[in-house]
């Protein structure tokens, strides 16, 4: 049973906007949850992540000012909003999850460092 559930993506055109979501069981606990893709023949990358203890927030250059990650307590789900969005940010978008990760710097935000995956979501940039 998946303990993560992407949604939101899909087709935009170039300067487009959209909001992922991810979405977790009350019953359990993640400290720090993460954004990630991967574009095909490449490497999964990170992209933003958040702390639970403090709402603290980090993320990758490619993705500085154009992408917001948040959390809303009270619905279990973290959001990736992703405005002027770019040809390059064709992927497939993960959430990830860790119950003890804090992610001090973009160097936390590593599939090695994340325990729990959702099953991803394709975001198509495109005219």
């Known amino acids: 049973q998946l303990q993560l559930v992407e949604s939101g993506g899909g087709l935009v055109q170039p300067g487009g906007s959209l909001r992922l979501s991810c979405g977790f069981s009350a019953s359990n606990y993640f400290h720090a949850i993460g954004w990630f893709r991967q574009a095909p023949g490449k490497e999964r990358e990170g992209l933003s992540c958040?702390?639970?203890?403090?709402?603290?927030?980090t993320y990758a250059d490619s993705v500085k000012g154009r992408f917001t990650i948040s959390r809303d307590n009270a619905k279990n789900t973290v959001y990736l909003q992703m405005n002027d969005l770019k040809p390059e940010d064709t992927a497939v978008y993960y959430c990830?999850?860790?119950?003890?990760?804090?992610?001090?710097?973009?160097?936390?935000?590593?599939?090695?460092?994340?325990?729990?995956w959702g099953q991803g979501t394709q975001v198509t940039v495109s005219s």
């Open positions: 958040i702390n639970s203890s403090d709402d603290s927030t």
């Open positions: 990830a999850a860790d119950r003890d990760l804090y992610c001090a710097d973009y160097s936390s935000i590593d599939r090695v460092n994340f325990a729990s």
